[in-house]
Structure formats: structure tokens, C-alpha cells
């Protein structure tokens, strides 16, 4: 990983590449990985889009890819996931860091 890159797990449509492409203007480089402790839940966030939950349940986790990105395309995850979500650090299942986009809904419940 280049020094000043990031990692992003992604599991809904940041996994197209028409998204990316979209997005990013390339395929970012990337590997999959899981985040342990969570679930998925499709259609959850307008209606319309996946969020992850944490979960108490054993062996539970999300498939996913873990993106190596430079600062600037974090910018640009940021606007597309717009207001809806947030970003916070997690520890996957290789055990990088790596930040996610959770539901904004998740945020306001914890202040």
C-alpha cells in the first residue's frame, strides 16, 4: 500500500464497477475481505440502499472488498455516499483497518 493511501471496505455499490468507474474515474485496487461482527441489510437505508448492523450473533460478518484509495478519492466516496451514511474505522477480517460508510440514522442514535 502506497504510504499516503487509505482503505475503504465497500459491500453494496461501490462492488460495481460502473459505480466506481463512475465515482473514481478507475478501478481502484482492492482485495476482498470481510467485516467481522456485522450484517447486512439490503433496501434499508432509503428504502433503497444496504447498510451493515453490528450483530452479537457468532460468526457472523459481511463479504465485501477492502479498496486502496488516495485521500482525495476518500473525497469522492464521501460525496456519492452523501448524508446518508458516515464513515468510521473498522478492523476486518485480515486485520487491516479500514473505514466503512454506516447508516447516518446509526450515528444520531449513539450522541
Do not use: I
Not at 19 to 46: I, T, Y
Not at 51 to 80: F, H, I, K, N, W
Not at 85 to 106: I, K, M, N
Amino acid at each position: 500500500m502506497k504510504p499516503e493511501a487509505v482503505r475503504l471496505f465497500v459491500y453494496g455499490t461501490l462492488l460495481e464497477a460502473d459505480v466506481c468507474q463512475w465515482v473514481f474515474g478507475r478501478q481502484p485496487e482492492g482485495k476482498p475481505d470481510v467485516l467481522p461482527g456485522h450484517v447486512k441489510k439490503e433496501r434499508s437505508v432509503a428504502g433503497r440502499y444496504p447498510e451493515v448492523c453490528p450483530t452479537d450473533q457468532p460468526g457472523q460478518g459481511v463479504s465485501g472488498r477492502c479498496l486502496e484509495l488516495s485521500p482525495e478519492d476518500l473525497q469522492r466516496a464521501d460525496a456519492y455516499e452523501t448524508a446518508l451514511y458516515y464513515r468510521a474505522e473498522r478492523t476486518l477480517a485480515s486485520g487491516s483497518r479500514a473505514w466503512v460508510y454506516l447508516a447516518a440514522r446509526e450515528q444520531n442514535q449513539t450522541k
